[in-house]
């Protein structure tokens, strides 16, 4: 399947251009450094790298360079550099020991659906049914018309539930004004369906000339009976939830469950200021429609619930600490019980065999052959059989002998005393 992967890219600054001049043709032997790539520094926070990715994407991407090679080329290192950084682990593994550390055949693209074939999608909605993790991005399509400003958008009211159905690979977008009361208690945005729709939660910053660039991206997940997605803007430090990592080792139960929390971000925005705001609903389904259900409410009557959320986003992250200590006594551990495990069959061997060649030891102790033995035995029994058939049968002949003669004797011969003999 040719993944034509996600975002990437810086907008065209000389910088970018450089990256893609020095992509050219696809000459470069060796991976440049992706934070070169991207045209960031190193110390630049989550939100900057995200940002550079998706202007560059924008510029890059196969669907507006088609039968363009320097383009793909460029757009494809772009992508790998950001698979890095975008991931704490892997950005870290990066950092501190390069490319090495890093298993370059197991990084993960994102798939523009919108860019792939009918038979490489249906071939993409296969692999998502039996299990396989498929990151997909949003439309090049759809981001360019948001960031020339040219897609409808829809007013939505706070505490409005509103149900619609958008078409794959297309997002419906909805614009939500706040007041200074409304953003310091908080905002709120949820949407869910019930039909189980794989989408996407977008949030849209608005630029100067009225263009709409992309910020945040929820991926829905399944909760129980629905998928939802959620954007919580409570005026404090607020966590995403990422499990696509723990989706690609949950074949290893022990590796699923020490990174399971791994996945735990922090979201790169936490409040929003008065005025209006933008938020979109994309279709991520590979064939069909997404029904969904969005929601914006401001969250002053659920004072309780923020407590409680900030409350237990503490403890997730006591028990991310916990976990690390506890993976290192737990190898250590498992290690010794293999031991263990290993010495015990070797040691129940060792004994089996010295009984056994004690019981050959024992069995030594004789003069007789067992084997020679049970043979005599045998042609005893043998040949007492044979003489004591050949008795039975001479008793047989003296007995029909003896009637024969019997019969004989018994005849009752009557002589014609007229006839001459």
Not at 305 to 318: G, H, P, Q, S
Not at 369 to 394: M, Y
Request: include cysteine.
């Amino acid at each position: 399947m040719p993944a034509t992967s996600g975002f990437s890219f810086r907008s065209g600054d000389k910088k970018g251009d450089g990256a893609a001049a020095a992509a050219n043709g696809g000459r470069q032997q060796q991976r440049r450094d992706p934070y070169e790539v991207l045209c960031v520094p190193r110390n630049s926070t989550d939100q900057e790298i995200k940002s550079a990715y998706r202007r560059m994407a924008l510029k890059y991407h196969p669907d507006k360079n088609q039968n363009d090679p320097v383009a793909s080329d460029v757009f494809k290192e772009v992508t790998f550099s950001y698979n890095i950084l975008s991931d704490p682990v892997k950005r870290h593994q990066y950092d501190t020991s390069g490319f090495e550390a890093i298993e370059l055949e197991s990084q993960e693209l994102e798939l523009d659906l919108s860019s792939l074939g009918t038979v490489n999608t249906m071939f993409a909605a296969l692999f998502s049914k039996l299990g396989v993790p498929i990151k997909t991005t949003v439309s090049a399509t759809v981001l360019e018309e948001a960031l020339n400003g040219t897609v409808p958008v829809r007013p939505l009211q706070l505490g409005q539930s509103l149900y619609r159905k958008v078409e794959k690979q297309c997002a419906h977008f909805y614009s939500v004004e706040i007041t200074e009361q409304e953003a310091r208690m908080g905002i709120v945005c949820r949407v869910h369906s019930n039909e189980k729709s794989k989408f996407k939660l977008l949030y849209f910053e608005i630029e100067e000339n009225g263009g709409l660039s992309l910020a945040l991206q929820e991926d829905s997940a399944k909760t129980g009976k629905v998928t939802a997605a959620g954007m919580f803007f409570l005026c404090f430090p607020v966590f995403r939830f990422d499990q696509t990592n723990l989706m690609a080792i949950s074949k290893d139960p022990d590796a699923a469950f020490f990174k399971k929390l791994d996945g735990f971000q922090p979201c790169e925005i936490n409040e929003l200021k008065a005025g209006t705001h933008v938020f979109a609903v994309y279709g991520d389904n590979f064939f069909k429609s997404a029904s969904y259900t969005i929601e914006v409410v401001c969250a002053e009557p659920f004072s309780a619930e923020k407590d409680k959320l900030r409350d237990v986003e503490a403890k997730i992250l006591t028990k991310r600490v916990e976990l690390s200590k506890f993976e290192m006594e737990y190898k250590e551990v498992l290690a010794q019980f293999t031991d263990m495990t290993s010495r015990y069959a070797q040691e129940m061997q060792t004994i089996d065999d010295l009984l056994k060649e004690r019981n050959t030891i024992h069995a030594s102790y004789t003069t007789t052959s067992p084997l020679k033995g049970s043979f005599s035995s045998s042609k005893t029994r043998t040949s007492f059989r044979a003489t004591r058939g050949e008795e039975d049968g001479q008793t047989g002949e003296k007995k029909r002998d003896r009637l024969k003669k019997k019969k004989w004797f018994n005849l009752h011969l009557k002589a014609d005393k007229g006839k001459p003999c």
